[in-house]
T-cell receptor
Framework: ETGVTQSPTHLIKTRGQQVTLRCSSQ?????VSWYQQALGQGPQFIFQ???????GRGNFPPRFSGLQFPNYSSELNVNALELDDSALYLC???????????FGPGTRLTVT | SQQGEEDPQALSIQEGENATMNCSYK?????LQWYRQNSGRGLVHLILIRSNEREKHSGRLRVTLDTSKKSSSLLITASRAADTASYFC???????????FGAGTILRVKS
């Protein structure tokens, strides 16, 4: 167990809807990164937050947005869901941006 | 896009045998990391090797890095059924540990 938790575990949404996924960082960690992992693929970097500011973004459209709160927990929001958004969404926290990342168990999102 | 490519895509061995997985990448890196993932759940960090290192050991794990060939290998010795998982290499392209993963190798260890 890494101490990083994610909710919910599973989620089913309809195309066009919006979804919010949540991540609670390991104690003392101020950096959170989000990844999308499609079935049979490796995770892809979505974005990273450091001390409540976005600190880098991967090749994802603006309908993927995030927040980091003062307690360093984080949210991933996806608007106008598409079928291809179906994936495992992983968050990872670290002491600082260039430190080892500890991954949560993920949220499995299914878009129908 | 995926930076790394693991080889083989799948590997099936008997308990006690060694398992070797390879990773190739495309651009210069700061470091390369290996992760394990059980049953499509969270990733577990196994080992990190920096670009100026050639070999690193951790328990039954041995990682090598050849920056001239842009490749790395992960060796698991004396494999156990509990080693059954997917294994990913990941590279750090820029400051902040923004990882780029390969597609992974599925390892099955038969008891």
């Amino acid at each position: 167990e890494t101490g990083v938790t994610q909710s919910p575990t599973h989620l089913i949404k309809t195309r066009g809807q919006q979804v919010t996924l949540r991540c609670s960082s390991q104690s003392g960690h101020n950096t959170v990164s989000w990844y999308q992992q499609a079935l049979g693929q490796g995770p892809q970097f979505i974005f990273q937050y450091y001390r409540e500011e976005e600190n880098g973004r991967g090749n994802f459209p603006p309908r993927f947005s995030g927040l980091q709160f003062p307690n360093y927990s984080s949210e991933l929001n996806v608007n106008a869901l598409e079928l291809d958004d179906s994936a495992l969404y992983l968050c990872a926290s670290s002491l600082a941006p260039n430190f080892e990342q500890y991954f949560g168990p993920g949220t499995r999102l299914t878009v129908t | 896009s995926q930076q790394g490519e693991e080889d083989p895509q799948a590997l099936s061995i008997q308990e006690g045998e060694n398992a070797t997985m390879n990773c190739s990448y495309k651009t210069s890196i700061n470091n390369l990391q290996w992760y394990r993932q059980n049953s499509g759940r969270g990733l577990v960090h196994l080992i990190l090797i920096r670009s100026n290192e050639r070999e690193k050991h951790s328990g039954r794990l041995r990682v090598t890095l050849d920056t001239s060939k842009k490749s790395s290998s992960l060796l698991i010795t004396a494999s156990r059924a509990a080693d059954t998982a997917s294994y990913f290499c990941a590279t750090d392209l820029e400051y902040g540990n923004k990882l780029v993963f390969g597609a992974g190798t599925i390892l099955r260890v038969k008891s």
